[in-house]
């Protein structure tokens, strides 16, 4: 499997999140210096600082979420992937679709997902039951609303394809919602949306492939597409399926 990274935006990202993440403390700190003054004029700005310094935390926690920790999301994508042979290609935020499947099961936008606990989809909701709700408040750990998250990918990446290809030529994209946590179990089989954890997307795609084959010829074109001869990404080969 090719496995092809932006790791410039990666990076870049990630000294955002350091940024925001300094000044929300710089910005709480001065708020509590304030507190301590003792002026209930000062009471007011305290808070003001209080409320900014938090909302820019939350941005610094996103960012650092997604782009600061180890292993990041588009690491627990590959890892998840590995042993996948040459024919398929991982694509990490060179697309509209943060990070893209094409090979022989067809065109995926993958979303990872690394939350605890039993995952199922209930009156038309992903559910999350256990997890720790401390993580969920502040650490940004909930589960969310993925059947939105799911359909907003599926636009965006299909709106990339219609800006790169003739309309006739755009391929079906499927959306993938990845559980990539050891402590997750997932009992969605009623959701819109293919749902599974690490151990089981590797068979899952195979079979797709084994069972309706995507044609070879189009896979080099969406390649083609996606990461024309112009384009320069950081670009690493999974050998685990050769070996």
């Given at each position: 499997m090719k496995?092809?990274?932006?790791?410039?935006?990666?990076?870049?990202?990630?000294?955002?999140g350091q940024i925001l993440t300094f000044t929300a403390i710089a910005v709480l700190v001065l708020g509590l210096i304030i507190s301590l003054t003792g002026s209930v004029q000062n009471i007011t700005y305290s808070y003001i600082a209080l409320?900014?310094?938090?909302?820019?935390?939350?941005?610094?926690?996103?960012?650092?979420n997604k782009f600061g920790r180890s292993p990041r999301p588009d690491e627990q994508v590959s890892a998840s992937l590995k042993g996948l042979d040459d024919r398929y290609s991982l694509y990490h935020y060179a697309t509209s679709a943060?990070?893209?499947?094409?090979?022989?099961?067809?065109?995926?936008?993958?979303?990872?997902?690394?939350?605890?606990?039993?995952?199922?989809?209930?009156?038309?909701?992903?559910?999350?039951?256990g997890g720790n709700w401390y993580l969920k408040l502040f650490a940004q750990e909930g589960l969310g609303r993925p059947e939105k998250e799911a359909q907003y990918a599926l636009e965006d990446i299909q709106k990339f394809f219609l800006?790169?290809?003739?309309?006739?030529?755009?391929?079906?994209?499927?959306?993938?919602?990845?559980?990539?946590?050891?402590?997750?179990?997932?009992?969605?089989?009623?959701?819109?949306?293919?749902?599974?954890?690490?151990?089981?997307?590797?068979?899952?795609l195979r079979k797709k492939a084994k069972?309706?084959?995507?044609?070879?010829?189009?896979?080099?074109?969406?390649?083609?597409?996606?990461?024309?001869?112009?384009?320069?990404?950081?670009?690493t080969k999974d050998e685990s399926a050769n070996n």
């Open positions: 496995i092809i990274t932006n790791t410039r935006l990666i990076n870049r990202n990630k000294k955002i409320i900014i310094g938090f909302l820019i935390s939350q941005f610094g926690i996103y960012y650092s943060s990070h893209l499947l094409v090979g022989p099961s067809g065109v995926w936008t993958i979303l990872p997902y690394n939350q605890p606990g039993i995952i199922t989809f209930e009156k038309g909701k992903y559910r999350q039951k800006r790169q290809m003739d309309a006739d030529s755009v391929p079906t994209v499927h959306p993938l919602l990845l559980f990539t946590n050891p402590k997750v179990t997932v009992k969605a089989s009623d959701a819109p949306y293919v749902t599974v954890d690490a151990d089981k997307v590797k068979d899952f069972d309706n084959a995507f044609p070879l010829e189009k896979v080099n074109q969406i390649n083609a597409v996606i990461l024309p001869e112009d384009k320069s990404l950081e670009e």
